[in-house]
């Protein structure tokens, strides 16, 4: 499965941007989807993931309220709708899959998308 994140780049505080995810591959449908961020100096940490069906999500609980994942298997395309932005959010943001249930542990994920970009200004 090849993954590919649409380009963000800058908003401002309060922004409420939507990330997408494509992927080429006959098989999205049957891929957990999760998003990942890492901020400089960081490790990578885990956004929020969805179930292969879309029936599930599962969320940091840290930024459950203020972010939603969704999926569309029809497009192959995961969604990752960020609200309410503040600077700390700025990271480099990357949607991965996975056919584990292990949905939290990066080491669990089998495709990675490059990342993008998202720097939130004050």
């Known amino acids: 499965v090849l993954l590919v994140e649409s380009w963000l780049g800058l908003v401002q505080t309060g922004g409420s941007p939507r990330l997408s995810c494509a992927a080429r591959?006959?098989?999205?449908?049957?891929?957990?989807m999760g998003w990942f961020r890492q901020a400089p100096g960081k490790e990578r940490e885990f956004v929020v993931a969805?179930?292969?069906?879309?029936?599930?999500?599962y969320y940091n609980d840290s930024m459950k309220g203020r972010f939603t994942i969704s999926r569309d298997n029809g497009k192959k395309t995961v969604y990752l709708q960020l609200n309410s932005l503040k600077p700390e959010d700025t990271a480099v943001y990357y949607c991965?899959?996975?056919?584990?249930?292990?949905?939290?542990?990066?080491?669990?994920?089998?495709?990675w998308g490059q990342g993008t970009q998202v720097t939130v200004s004050s």
């Open positions: 591959g006959p098989t999205f449908s049957t891929y957990n």
């Open positions: 969805i179930k292969w069906s879309g029936g599930a999500t």
């Open positions: 991965a899959a996975t056919k584990s249930s292990g949905y939290r542990d990066a080491l669990n994920y089998n495709y």
